[in-house]
């Protein structure tokens, strides 16, 4: 597989679009193949919609909206991916008194395909989390978490290929440190893997060893810190071989995918939805025959 030219579309990179209002993102003349990646993170239990009288958010969000663009988008482009990039759990009374069930429930009505794991769902426990699994019909990423002594091993993986319309989709997962933001009584003996080195050794395997055409890291890093700890752009510089961060963590709206450059000089997306369902976001992949990427980005609100 060739090395490719990564080219960020700016002038069509967002838009704001209301349930009523979705339309289809054109085609470029060049382009052969075209993949759909559709993300949510920091879900944070939202089931319903917020009420018509909320100060910040009247009348938006939801898993029903969610669900039928979702549906109409798959509809449009059968080629589609769905992610979450974690802290499903926590925040309504439905995690409270379900533990989970009815979130992974709901993600698998949806047909996520895959999901990283947010600090916030280690919040009843590991054992919590393990408890629910049965419930979640996708797959749960995570790279730079080490669940070998706990109940969770053997129930994560650390990178899964896609491949849609013959384009090979490599994904692998980063999670937060867990020490100082989760009591120890509620992780356990999970081991936290330094992010940097795992992403360059996941990106890399998936790049070059695979040869997949498309590399995406589910974090729940963060977008970014006025500190050292490490983020999504402190990743995008510091690693090669990733076409896509889709984040989560920091709970930030983004307008549209910060274009960030690795250390080899070429560009990485990083996106982020915010919270609580508010937003759906996607990111349409155009590959041409020679392997030459455009990327649009789209902020979807729900």
Do not use: W
Request: proline residues 3%.
């Amino acid at each position: 597989m060739k090395r490719r030219n990564f080219i960020q579309q700016t002038t069509a990179a967002t838009a704001f679009v209301g349930l009523g209002g979705l339309s289809s993102i054109a085609m470029t003349p060049f382009a052969k193949k075209h993949i759909t990646i559709l993300h949510t993170n920091d879900v944070h239990s939202h089931i319903d919609p917020f009420g018509p009288d909320d100060a910040r958010n009247p009348n938006m969000g939801g898993v029903a909206r969610r669900a039928t663009l979702i549906e109409k988008i798959k509809k449009e482009n059968p080629n589609t991916l769905l992610l979450d990039a974690g802290d499903i759990f926590q925040g309504t009374p439905y995690f409270n008194f379900y533990g989970g069930e009815l979130e992974f429930k709901l993600m698998s009505k949806m047909k996520y395909d895959a999901s990283t794991i947010g600090n916030h769902d280690f919040d009843n426990g590991i054992e919590g989390l393990y408890a629910q699994l049965p419930h979640a019909e996708f797959d749960f990423i995570s790279s730079n978490y080490d669940f070998s002594n706990t109940v969770m091993d053997g129930h994560t993986q650390p990178f899964k290929i896609f491949r849609k319309d013959g384009v090979k989709i490599g994904i692998f997962g980063l999670g937060v440190e867990l020490d100082g933001l989760v009591s120890k009584k509620l992780y356990k003996e999970t081991q936290y893997l330094d992010p940097i080195e795992i992403a360059q050794d996941m990106s890399r395997k998936l790049k070059e060893e695979q040869k997949c055409d498309l590399v995406i890291c589910l974090s729940h890093l963060g977008y970014d810190y006025q500190h050292d700890k490490v983020s999504d752009l402190k990743l995008a510089r510091a690693t090669e071989n990733i076409d896509l961060i889709i984040g989560g963590h920091t709970h930030t709206f983004l307008d549209k995918p910060t274009v960030e450059i690795n250390r080899t000089g070429k560009k990485v997306l990083v996106n982020q939805v915010g919270c609580y369902g508010l937003y759906l976001g996607r990111i349409d992949f155009y590959l041409d025959s020679k392997n030459n990427i455009e990327a649009n980005g789209v902020k979807i609100a729900v």
